[in-house]
């Protein structure tokens, strides 16, 4: 069984920068597609990246394209997150998660593995 723990978050000014860390323990962290998702306060949990088992797939919600990119070393069994540009809309609980497949979704029923979760605040 695989389990996630994240790091990496923090406060940072509009504009910024931070990497998101997501270790994997177990043994199947290479096998299985990854994603990240966020939720701000009072809103529902939302898709914002994925990446196949390869890495070779990546896929992000629009809002984020250009700005945030998803990575993997499966050598270390590790997922990260490098968030330039930051907004302050892009606050929030940011969480790591492992897919059922070799493949990564948008879809949270895709994913039965989560982490606990970073919190991101970027402010004005």
């Known amino acids: 069984q695989v389990q996630l723990v994240e790091s990496g978050g923090g406060m940072v000014q509009a504009g910024g920068s931070l990497r998101l860390s997501c270790v994997a323990s177990?043994?199947?962290?290479?096998?299985?597609?990854m994603g990240w998702f966020r939720q701000a306060p009072g809103k529902e949990r939302e898709f914002v990246a994925a990446?196949?088992?390869?890495?070779?797939?990546?896929f992000y919600r629009d809002s984020v394209k250009g700005r945030f990119t998803i990575s993997r070393d499966n050598a270390k069994s590790t997922l990260y997150l490098q968030m330039n540009s930051l907004k302050p809309e892009d606050t929030g609980v940011y969480y790591c998660?492992?897919?059922?497949?070799?493949?990564?979704?948008?879809?949270?029923?895709?994913?039965?593995?989560w982490g606990q979760g970073s919190q991101v605040t970027v402010s004005s």
């Open positions: 990446i196949s088992s390869s890495g070779r797939d990546t």
């Open positions: 177990g043994r199947t962290f290479a096998t299985k597609g």
């Open positions: 998660a492992c897919a059922t497949t070799a493949w990564g979704s948008a879809r949270n029923d895709w994913y039965n593995i």
